[in-house]
């Protein structure tokens, strides 16, 4: 069964940043889409497995990144 398609136009600058997270994650276009409408819409559970699995790994690294930062601050010394 083939699912349906639509067509939609974004600015250079959120195409940027699509394509720029498609690299990062290693996910697809689609996949991010359909992420963002089913989140838009309230069914996230509708999501494909591997979208909510690239998001849950983005996540992640942030937070690993914010607890090396504030691991690296040096602590005053009175």
Same mark, same amino acid.
């Given at each position: 069964?083939?699912?349906?398609?639509?067509?939609? %136009?974004? +600015?250079?600058?959120?195409? $940027? +940043?699509? $394509?720029?997270?498609?690299?990062?994650?290693?996910? +697809?276009?689609?996949?991010?889409?359909?992420?963002?409408?089913?989140?838009?819409?309230?069914?996230?559970?509708?999501?494909?497995?591997?979208?909510?699995?690239?998001?849950?790994?983005? %996540?992640?690294?942030?937070?690993?990144?914010?607890? +090396?930062?504030? $691991?690296?601050?040096?602590?005053?010394?009175?």
């Amino acid at each position: 069964m083939t699912k349906p398609q639509i067509t939609i %136009r974004l +600015s250079p600058s959120l195409l $940027n +940043s699509l $394509n720029q997270y498609v690299e990062e994650t290693g996910t +697809s276009k689609t996949d991010v889409v359909v992420s963002a409408i089913a989140q838009y819409l309230g069914c996230a559970e509708s999501m494909p497995l591997s979208q909510r699995l690239a998001e849950v790994e983005k %996540r992640v690294a942030e937070l690993e990144k914010r607890e +090396s930062e504030v $691991n690296r601050k040096p602590v005053p010394i009175d």
